[in-house]
């Protein structure tokens, strides 16, 4: 059974800091790719930032310079540390991954972290 399991949600003043992490179980899948997205209220979800397993990353310009993601290939974990955090970056953070078994692609998400920020 794949899992995701997302912590590190908080409230924070703006220009403060947060780490989120992510565990991801995922047995008989091959992962390819780690990252986050991200829901304001009343808006769509958006693209955050990905890591390969090649260690290869990008991001949204909205984060660039103030945002890092990282991971932990033996524990399947992936970070994201995020720096000078602003109002607008308030949102419910979801962690996902790309895997592969066979032939086949699929996409697994976790159940979300709030992060607030206040100004």
């Known amino acids: 059974q794949v899992q995701l399991v997302e912590s590190g949600g908080d409230l924070v003043q703006a220009g403060g800091s947060l780490k989120l992490t992510c565990a991801v179980t995922?047995?008989?899948?091959?992962?390819?790719?780690m990252g986050w997205y991200r829901q304001a209220p009343g808006k769509e979800r958006e693209f955050v930032a990905t890591?390969?397993?090649?260690?290869?990353?990008n991001y949204a310009d909205s984060v660039k310079g103030r945002f890092t993601v990282s991971q932990n290939k033996a524990r399947n974990t992936v970070y994201l540390q995020m720096n000078n955090l602003k109002p607008d970056d308030t949102a419910v953070y979801y962690c996902?991954?790309?895997?592969?078994?066979?032939?086949?692609?699929?996409?697994?998400w976790g159940q979300g972290t709030q992060v607030t920020v206040s100004s």
């Open positions: 890591i390969s397993i090649d260690k290869s990353t």
């Open positions: 995922a047995p008989r899948f091959s992962i390819s790719a």
């Open positions: 996902y991954t790309k895997t592969r078994r066979g032939t086949e692609l699929y996409d697994f």
